[in-house]
């Protein structure tokens, strides 16, 4: 590996990082558990999967999609039945790897992959109204309710305009940036999301903007939790950490699809399903015995990975040992990044997913192809990851046979 692959990696892993400690500490507190768990899964979650992983652009850690899984339940059975059902689910994940399921995933169709991503990129968009509005999330377990609350809440306490302007500035800086730079030809490759953080990090403080910000990281991650498991609590927490386990794996080799789409990988440099199943079951068995939560391949840091120009799994390893340092060491500094900031990319980053050129393509396609592509895109944004892919694989399915009957 020569210095120049080194010097991308470590500045897309830095980027992904600065985007994914707001997030794992809110995925820890939305899942009901503590914002030291969200933390405590993107590093140890990250660093196992980016090693053992079949990925090399592929960032893990705790995700949205999970967190709705969660919800019920732990609600159902208790933050203390999360070790015995991430190791569950952590062990029938390596199954599927084992047994070599992996593959599976290639199967699916590219329609349903492309309206699954778009479903997605509307989801993580839509997720940042809070940030974006500085304003509290709205009720509800769908995204689109969510939003839609969110919103309601919004219009009623009055906009944000300053939170707005540094969204606004972020958006701007995140996509003028890599013009200017190829316009004055900078040698020095520094990815865009990173100089629209430190941007609005600027403004912010020369203007004094009252908006809020990162705020308190707690300076530690968690302990082992091991112990709490009870042989007697197996055979009723089977079924929760089956689903568990398959969005795992869904989400995971989706994304790590989707990621090597974004960078036209050749061949022999796409990811290694069966060898990406192993890392993700051990990252989310190892992350819930030591107080994380499961995790899955997230498809918004992943894409931020490559768009920061990450090379290998280096990026993924060096993001989790920042993330590492920010909750030991950097804490109070990494507080002062805006929330707006970090929407804004996280909103760039729905748009370089989204990708409305190649969505266009496809819609040209052929009108069977067209119409799978919306329906998928329009469940997985409606319900959810897991029945936007499945109603998109049986109508897939429907109108081939029709086509051929």
């Known amino acids: 590996m020569d210095s120049r692959t080194v010097s991308r990696d470590l500045i897309a892993g830095v980027t992904v990082a600065v985007v994914a400690l707001p997030l794992a500490i809110g995925f820890g507190i939305t899942s009901g558990v503590s914002a030291a768990a969200g933390l405590t899964t993107a590093v140890m979650a990250g660093f196992i999967a980016a090693v053992f992983g079949g990925s090399k652009y592929q960032v893990s850690g705790p995700t949205g999609a999970m967190t709705v899984v969660l919800l019920p339940i732990i609600h159902a059975y208790g933050v203390k039945a999360l070790p015995l059902l991430g190791l569950l689910a952590g062990l029938m994940v390596v199954l599927m790897a084992v047994f070599r399921l992996g593959k599976i995933i290639n199967r699916v169709p ?3 992959v492309e309206g699954f991503t778009v479903g997605i990129a509307c989801v993580i968009a839509l997720q940042q109204i809070p940030l974006a509005l500085q304003v509290r999330k709205g009720e509800g377990d769908r995204t689109l309710f969510v939003a839609w609350h969110t919103l309601k809440n919004s219009l009623s306490q009055g906009i944000n305009w300053r939170s707005l302007l540094i969204v606004a500035l972020t958006l701007l800086v995140k996509f003028g940036y890599p013009h200017l730079s190829q316009t004055l030809r900078f ?8 100089v629209a953080i430190l941007s609005a990090l600027a403004v912010v403080k020369v203007l004094s903007l009252p908006v809020q910000t990162i705020g308190d990281i707690p300076r530690s991650i968690g302990a082992w939790q091991g112990g709490a498991i009870a042989a007697a609590d197996i055979a009723h927490l089977l079924w929760p950490a089956f689903l568990i386990a398959l969005l795992c794996a869904i989400e995971s080799l989706l994304s790590a699809r989707v990621a090597d789409g974004m960078v036209h990988t050749t061949a022999e440099n796409r990811y290694h399903p069966n060898r990406e199943l192993f890392g993700q079951g051990i990252a989310t ?3 819930s015995l030591f107080g994380g939560l499961p ?6 840091r992943t894409s931020v990975n490559v768009r920061a120009g990450a090379k290998s799994r280096l990026a993924a390893a060096i993001h989790a040992a920042v993330l590492l340092f ?3 060491i950097a804490a109070p500094w990494v507080s002062h990044i805006p929330a707006a900031a970090i929407a804004g990319v996280l909103m760039g980053t729905s748009y370089r997913i989204l990708n409305p050129r190649s969505i266009m393509e496809s819609l040209r396609t052929t009108k069977r192809e067209a ?11 409606a319900i959810d990851l897991i029945w936007g892919i499945a109603i998109g694989i049986v ?5 081939h046979y029709k086509k051929r009957a």
């Open 110 to 112: 590219w329609s349903v």
């Open 187 to 194: 040698r020095v490759h520094i990815p865009a999301s990173f």
């Open 285 to 287: 068995a190892a992350s």
């Open 295 to 300: 995790a899955t391949g997230a498809i918004a």
């Open 326 to 328: 920010a909750a030991l």
């Open 371 to 381: 119409i799978v592509l919306v329906i998928t895109a329009t469940a997985t944004l």
């Open 395 to 399: 109508l897939y399915a429907g109108l």
